[in-house]
């Protein structure tokens, strides 16, 4: 299975803000937990709205969303073996027979020799799923730590 990481920094003042939760008041604790969750779970639309239908639909299937409530954590995941691929794209690739003389293609002709199969072009769908949220997710933790700070 391939995992694409793609790391988020949403600032240094709102990732230390979201480190030390603990020491804001509840009601800025759930808003908090709230604009993480519910940024998770947008980034985790646009991930699969955002990656390509193949035949087996495997590639939007295996994208899988966690909230980790005590950590006030989310991630959003890619555990499709080829989804990689398609983020990033691939170099010009050479497909050659290991064990024998020929390569048998899937339309049932065989071949010799190296078969130069071409790059694949990068088709990004997480990180681009992420770059559009961020603004929204930063501004959701900066709303539910100045509504609170306004209203003390």
């Not at 088709?123 to 306004?150: L, N, Y």
Request: glycine share 10%.
């Amino acid at each position: 299975m391939s995992r694409i990481i793609i790391k988020n920094n949403l600032g240094t003042e709102l990732d230390k803000a979201l480190r030390d939760i603990n020491r804001y008041e509840a009601t800025a604790q759930t808003g908090l937990r709230k604009a993480i969750r519910t940024g998770t779970e947008r980034v985790f639309q646009n991930a699969v709205n955002g990656a390509n239908i193949g035949p087996t639909g495997n590639l939007r299937r295996g994208i899988k969303m966690h909230y980790d409530s005590a950590k006030n954590y989310g991630e959003v995941k890619s555990t499709a073996p080829h989804g990689h691929l398609y983020e990033y794209g691939t170099a010009p690739r050479i497909v050659l027979p290991l064990r024998a003389k020929a390569l048998l293609l899937p339309d049932g002709r065989f071949v010799r020799g190296v078969i130069q199969a071409g790059r694949m072009p990068a088709r990004p769908f997480m990180g681009p799923a992420i770059i559009r949220e961020r603004p929204k997710i930063q501004s959701d933790c900066r709303e539910a730590i100045t509504h609170v700070g306004g209203n003390s």
